[in-house]
């Protein structure tokens, strides 16, 4: 059970990393936000916060990151790739910290919404 499950978190990362990499690889960006700034995220994250997080927490790790990888071995490949080989390797911390912040932080954007959503029954089941 625990293989089958983490070859199912697996394919959900690589599935989100196709969303949040961009088409010409080695150039990492900020993935684009299904909600507008100036609205925030309903009561949860206002707009000052949200654009802070975004466009200068975020927009660091990318940036850092976009510089640590130039000329390396990690330029040519998609942040998933970037993330699990620099993982493995003590000499990358760097790069590995800013890749893993900047999957995290995409990974938070696309799963929030203004409008909130419910639990499903097979998660709440499972927690």
Same mark, same amino acid.
């Given at each position: 059970?625990?293989? &089958?499950?983490?070859?199912? +978190? ?15 690889? $080695? ?11 100036? &609205? ?5 994250? @206002? ?39 620099? +993982?493995?390797? @003590? ?7 800013? +890749? +893993? ?14 409008? $909130? ?11």
């Amino acid at each position: 059970v625990p293989s &089958k499950m983490l070859r199912a +978190a697996a394919s959900a990362v690589h599935g989100l990393a196709s969303a949040i990499t961009p088409a010409v690889r $080695g150039v990492h960006k900020l993935p684009e936000l299904k909600y507008p700034i100036e &609205k925030g995220i309903g009561a949860a994250v @206002s707009p000052t916060t949200l654009e802070f997080e975004y466009k200068k927490e975020h927009d660091t790790y990318v940036n850092k990151l976009n510089k640590l990888v130039a000329g390396t071995p990690y330029a040519d490949l998609d942040l998933v790739s970037v993330i699990t080989k620099s +993982a493995k390797d @003590s000499s990358s911390t760097s790069i590995f910290k800013n +890749a +893993a912040q900047h999957y995290n932080h995409s990974f938070l954007w696309d799963c929030m919404t203004p409008k $909130g959503s419910e639990i499903t029954q097979t998660v709440k089941e499972r927690i």
